[in-house]
């Protein structure tokens, strides 16, 4: 699926309309409103830039890890990044011009070239075409909420650097909070189609039913702005996405609230967010070490506090952590 460009008519309105499920699947530009936007301003109460003067945060090149890129990338002096993308902020998404990309994503890919002293090269396409371009060696590396799985750790190298966390939101004042699987016996949930979340879901389902629950309406649609009219209309109760997401649009539109968080990977892993690169290339050292330095020197933390993501950051990077596990 294709993930079109769209004009963001106001940079509130395209706050209050932005959804994706970037952590492991995608879905094209949302079209509708819950509510008038309240603002742009991310949960943790920062103002949110959409211009596109974005005036990164930026760092000095390390010539020893620099020293860690494949020759071919070196010479070539620009990192190639791809990543899946839509009106999906604070993730990565288009700012006021429709045509600069700005995000936590391309901040911290920014980040990465500075270290390495590559320039970045930026590559939205459609969520599949992500791991066709990594695969081929089209793109060297993918940096778009992608989950840190056993099956993905055959294929590509992980260097983590966010947590992975999923957000469970519900309109407003329904009183229900979601702990784990019983929670959503019975209800209509959303998610996407081949997401961890809605490998989650369906664990969460077979249990419920082995224990003698109801089970969920899991539901699937074609686009974020399909999913929050059902959300209003109250065709579903739930939907379930990455938390930064959700909970960015619940404060834009101050209808709905995320009402549960659960870790991406499941109860026995915590999730964890990688830049991904094919597998045994050469780059995922660098890349690595590019992530601990800028976790140390604290322009990561300065990255993470701009777009609301504070409580999702990681104390250092890992190279191929135990991720969500294949059954």
Same mark, same amino acid.
């Given at each position: 699926?294709?993930?079109?460009?769209?004009?963001?008519?106001?940079?509130?309105?395209?706050?209050?309309?932005?959804?994706?499920?970037?952590?492991?699947?995608?879905?094209?530009?949302?079209?509708?409103?819950?509510?008038?936007?309240?603002?742009?301003?991310?949960?943790?109460?920062?103002?949110?830039?959409?211009?596109?003067?974005?005036?990164?945060?930026?760092?000095?090149?390390?010539?020893?890890?620099?020293?860690?890129?494949?020759?071919?990338?070196?010479?070539?002096?620009?990192?190639?990044?791809?990543?899946?993308?839509?009106?999906?902020?604070?993730?990565?998404?288009?700012?006021?011009?429709?045509?600069?990309?700005?995000?936590?994503?391309?901040?911290?890919?920014?980040?990465?070239?500075?270290?390495?002293?590559?320039?970045?090269?930026?590559?939205?396409?459609?969520?599949?075409?992500?791991?066709?371009?990594?695969?081929?060696?089209?793109?060297?590396?993918?940096?778009?909420?992608?989950?840190?799985?056993? %099956?993905?750790?055959?294929?590509?190298?992980? @260097? !983590?650097? $966010?947590? &992975?966390?999923?957000?469970?939101? +519900?309109?407003? #004042?329904?009183?229900?909070?979601?702990?784990?699987?019983?929670?959503?016996?019975?209800?209509?949930?959303?998610?996407?189609?081949?997401?961890?979340?809605?490998?989650?879901?369906?664990?969460?389902?077979?249990?419920?039913?082995?224990?003698?629950?109801?089970?969920?309406?899991?539901?699937?649609?074609?686009?974020?702005?399909?999913?929050?009219?059902?959300?209003?209309?109250?065709?579903?109760?739930?939907?379930?996405?990455?938390?930064?997401?959700?909970?960015?649009?619940?404060?834009?539109?101050?209808?709905?609230?995320?009402?549960?968080?659960?870790?991406?990977?499941? %109860?026995?892993?915590?999730?964890?967010?990688? @830049? !991904?690169? $094919?597998? &045994?290339?050469?780059?995922?050292? +660098?890349?690595? #070490?590019?992530?601990?330095?800028?976790?140390?020197?604290?322009?990561?933390?300065?990255?993470?506090?701009?777009?609301?993501?504070?409580?999702?950051?990681?104390?250092?990077?890992?190279?191929?952590?135990?991720?969500?596990?294949?059954?």
């Amino acid at each position: 699926m294709s993930l079109p460009r769209r004009a963001l008519v106001t940079a509130a309105a395209a706050l209050a309309a932005a959804l994706t499920l970037a952590a492991c699947g995608s879905t094209t530009d949302a079209a509708a409103d819950l509510a008038p936007a309240k603002g742009s301003t991310a949960p943790n109460g920062a103002t949110v830039n959409l211009s596109p003067q974005q005036n990164r945060v930026t760092t000095a090149k390390v010539d020893a890890i620099a020293a860690l890129v494949p020759e071919e990338i070196r010479k070539r002096g620009k990192l190639t990044v791809v990543d899946s993308l839509g009106t999906t902020p604070p993730l990565d998404f288009y700012a006021s011009d429709d045509k600069t990309i700005i995000g936590v994503e391309p901040d911290i890919a920014s980040l990465i070239g500075n270290v390495l002293g590559l320039d970045v090269e930026f590559n939205p396409v459609s969520w599949e075409n992500i791991f066709v371009g990594l695969d081929s060696g089209k793109y060297d590396v993918g940096l778009s909420n992608i989950t840190v799985t056993e %099956a993905r750790k055959e294929k590509y190298d992980f @260097a !983590t650097y $966010r947590l &992975d966390i999923l957000g469970f939101e +519900a309109k407003k #004042g329904t009183g229900w909070k979601i702990t784990g699987p019983k929670d959503i016996a019975g209800r209509t949930v959303a998610v996407s189609s081949g997401t961890n979340q809605e490998k989650l879901l369906v664990a969460w389902n077979e249990e419920n039913v082995r224990n003698g629950l109801k089970p969920a309406d899991i539901k699937y649609f074609q686009s974020s702005s399909d999913y929050y009219l059902a959300l209003s209309s109250g065709r579903i109760d739930i939907y379930v996405g990455p938390n930064p997401v959700t909970a960015f649009h619940a404060v834009q539109t101050g209808e709905t609230e995320v009402i549960g968080t659960y870790s991406g990977a499941g %109860a026995e892993v915590l999730g964890k967010i990688g @830049a !991904t690169t $094919r597998k &045994d290339n050469g780059l995922v050292r +660098a890349l690595h #070490g590019a992530i601990d330095e800028v976790i140390k020197n604290g322009t990561y933390g300065q990255v993470l506090k701009r777009w609301g993501l504070d409580a999702e950051a990681v104390q250092s990077s890992e190279v191929n952590p135990v991720g969500l596990p294949k059954t």
